[in-house]
């Protein structure tokens, strides 16, 4: 027979006595509002996050500050260096073409997966753009659009059905977000770059999926070479 719990409440042990809502939404609300300011170009690439300034700023506790940042670094959008402390991720030139690299490798074989691909992944591919689209109507922030133009080339990747290149897509992302999203405020080009993602779709579902391959590799080359001269590493 097992022992009851002892505890509070009627000696009873709760198990979600250690969370803290208030504690996590603050923690969250920070992560966010920073993550703003980097998209929106507000702080650059290599700036230091120095947690006592963030705190008296934001009117919150270095504690909370410090698992913001951590949050941050996780996502990639900072950098975590001993005896240097947390700055704003740099993109180098190498980073860049690697990442870019591997992009195609995953995206142009999920295009080439659309006829054996679920309907479900097919249609997944058009709300992405209906939601790029929409986010280019209705003035989204750059944050808002850069995660819809990503959300798009993530629902590529997973046409092929695994899970697991999803996630490694998803990673790949995370290191030019930042990158992606300064390409998207120097260009101001969203609706243009809705057009072409919607062509890309017309090529496929008329069932000519070497030139929507084709186009998409094109595609991610002219991002890459954008990236690099916004950042000025060419």
Same mark, same amino acid.
């Given at each position: 027979m097992t022992p009851p719990a002892t505890g509070c409440q009627g000696d009873r042990v709760n198990p979600f006595e250690t969370l803290n809502l208030a504690h996590s939404s603050t923690v969250d609300r920070v992560a966010e509002e920073l993550r703003r300011a980097l998209f929106d170009g507000e702080v650059e690439a290599g700036t230091p996050l120095r947690e006592v300034a963030l705190a008296d700023a934001m009117g919150v506790s270095r504690s909370t500050i410090r698992?913001?940042?951590?949050?941050?670094?996780?996502?990639?959008?900072?950098?975590?260096?001993?005896?240097?402390?947390?700055?704003v991720s740099e993109p180098d030139p190498?980073?860049?073409?690697?990442?870019?690299?591997?992009?195609?490798?995953?995206?142009?074989?999920?295009?080439?997966?659309?006829?054996?691909?679920?309907? @479900? $992944?097919?249609?997944?591919? +058009?709300? !992405? *753009?209906?939601?790029?689209? /929409? #986010?280019?109507?209705?003035?989204?922030?750059?944050?808002?659009?850069?995660?819809?133009?990503?959300?798009?080339?993530?629902?590529?990747?997973?046409?092929?059905?695994?899970?697991?290149?999803?996630a490694l897509a998803e990673s790949l992302t995370s290191e030019i977000r930042l990158a992606l999203a300064k390409v998207d405020?120097?260009?101001?080009?969203? @609706? $243009?770059?809705?057009?072409? +993602?919607? !062509? *890309?779709?017309?090529?496929? /579902? #008329?069932?000519d999926v070497e030139a929507a391959a084709a186009e998409l590799e094109r595609h991610l080359a002219h991002a890459e070479t954008s990236m690099l001269d916004a950042l000025d590493l060419t």
């Open positions: 698992e913001a940042l951590g949050v941050l670094v996780a996502e990639g959008l900072a950098t975590r260096e001993p005896n240097r402390g947390v700055h190498a980073s860049v073409h690697d990442v870019s690299a591997a992009r195609r490798v995953l995206e142009v074989a999920g295009v080439r997966h659309w006829a054996e691909a679920t309907d @479900e $992944a097919r249609e997944a591919c +058009h709300n !992405a *753009l209906r939601a790029f689209a /929409e #986010a280019a109507e209705t003035g989204a922030s750059p944050a808002e659009l850069t995660a819809a133009h990503l959300a798009i080339h993530r629902s590529f990747v997973a046409l092929t059905g695994s899970t697991r290149l999803v405020r120097i260009r101001r080009n969203s @609706e $243009a770059q809705v057009h072409n +993602h919607a !062509a *890309l779709l017309e090529l496929l /579902e #008329a069932g």
